[in-house]
């Protein structure tokens, strides 16, 4: 595969660049009571290697991962050195056992979750945690404590920087305004973008934005729905999962035709 030189996009919270298109990695490790429309294999080792080689060669050096995405955590830190160099997001809240989830927020479980992580990740610190909203985002930021869990851990070197991963507009603005966090997850695309004033609010306050769902779970067109989530500037990257390097290159190359003024 030819390899790409990916545009990339910042923020001052964030502190790293990142390609405008990112790896999600809920394919590799969790393939029941997913959202998606087709029916999938979980991938070999050797095709999730090559997964990741191919987004190294395009230039997407972000890959997001959860515990609840089955054994992709676990996967990614068999098969990803720390050292290669990629920055890895990962979330906290939810868990899914006995083919099912269930949420927990509380700095117990949040702390315990972390740990966790850093053993299936292998890595000494991580890159980024979200808390991985179940939908109830006010409840989870006014009395849950899953934020100051979180920042304690930082303040003990065990991640780098916190994000939130939220469902409502309200929730992810109140996030933001916070000034705790230095990064959003959120749903943004052709079909729902009522996240577009959180998104240019994130820009002037530096604080990244990524986009998960930009396809809406394979609803929309690689080439109709990334140039629309690229073209808002406060957009950082977009999260895509894929099991297949071609169509991840494919996903890039848009990127690259629609950001050509990204540094």
Same mark, same amino acid.
């Given at each position: 595969? *030819? /390899?790409?030189?990916?545009?990339?996009?910042? &923020?001052?919270?964030?502190?790293?660049?990142?390609?405008?298109?990112?790896?999600?990695?809920?394919?590799?490790?969790?393939n029941?009571?997913?959202?998606?429309?087709?029916?999938?294999?979980?991938?070999?080792d050797a095709?999730?290697?090559?997964?990741?080689?191919?987004?190294? *060669?395009c230039?997407?050096?972000? #890959?997001?991962?959860?515990?609840?995405?089955? &054994?992709?955590?676990?996967?990614?830190?068999?098969?990803?050195? @720390?050292a290669n160099?990629?920055?890895?997001?990962?979330?906290?809240?939810?868990?899914?056992?006995?083919?099912?989830?269930?949420? %927990?927020?509380?700095p117990?479980?949040? +702390?315990?979750? #972390?740990?966790?992580?850093?053993?299936?990740?292998?890595?000494? /610190?991580?890159?980024?945690?979200?808390? $991985?909203?179940?939908?109830?985002?006010?409840?989870?930021?006014? =009395?849950?404590? @899953?934020?100051?869990?979180?920042?304690?851990?930082?303040?003990?070197?065990?991640?780098?920087?916190?994000?939130?991963?939220?469902?409502? #507009?309200?929730?992810?603005?109140?996030a933001?305004?916070?000034?705790?966090i *230095?990064?959003?997850?959120?749903?943004f695309?052709?079909?729902d973008?009522? $996240? =577009?004033?959180?998104? $240019?609010?994130? $820009?002037? +306050?530096?604080?990244a934005?990524?986009v998960?769902?930009?396809?809406a779970?394979?609803?929309?067109a690689?080439? %109709?729905?990334?140039?629309?989530c690229?073209?808002? @500037?406060? #957009?950082t990257?977009?999260?895509?999962?894929?099991?297949? !390097?071609?169509?991840?290159?494919?996903?890039?190359?848009?990127?690259?035709? !629609?950001?050509?003024? *990204?540094?």
């Open positions: 595969m *030819d /390899k790409l030189s990916l545009p990339r996009r910042t &923020s001052s919270r964030l502190g790293v660049a990142l390609g405008v298109i990112a790896l999600g990695a809920f394919k590799i490790g969790r029941t009571k997913t959202k998606y429309a087709q029916p999938y294999e979980l991938p070999s095709e999730v290697s090559a997964l990741l080689e191919a987004g190294r *060669d230039g997407a050096n972000l #890959v997001d991962t959860a515990p609840s995405y089955g &054994s992709s955590e676990a996967r990614l830190g068999a098969l990803l050195p @720390a160099g990629m920055f890895v997001s990962t979330k906290v809240g939810e868990r899914f056992e006995n083919n099912a989830s269930t949420y %927990d927020f509380s117990r479980a949040v +702390r315990a979750s #972390v740990l966790e992580s850093i053993t299936r990740l292998r890595r000494a /610190k991580l890159d980024l945690v979200c808390v $991985h909203s179940d939908g109830s985002d006010r409840r989870i930021l006014e =009395r849950e404590g @899953a934020i100051d869990a979180l920042l304690a851990l930082q303040s003990e070197g065990r991640i780098a920087r916190i994000g939130f991963s939220g469902k409502t #507009v309200e929730g992810n603005r109140m933001l305004r916070s000034g705790s *230095d990064a959003l997850m959120l749903e695309h052709p079909l973008d009522s $996240h =577009r004033s959180v998104i $240019h609010e994130a $820009h002037e +306050r530096g604080v934005v990524l998960k769902k930009p396809l779970s394979g609803r929309i690689p080439k %109709d729905a990334i140039p629309f690229l073209a808002e @500037a406060g #957009v990257t977009l999260i895509i999962g894929t099991l297949r !390097c071609e169509n991840f290159a494919a996903n890039c190359r848009i990127g690259m035709q !629609c950001s050509s003024n *990204d540094r």
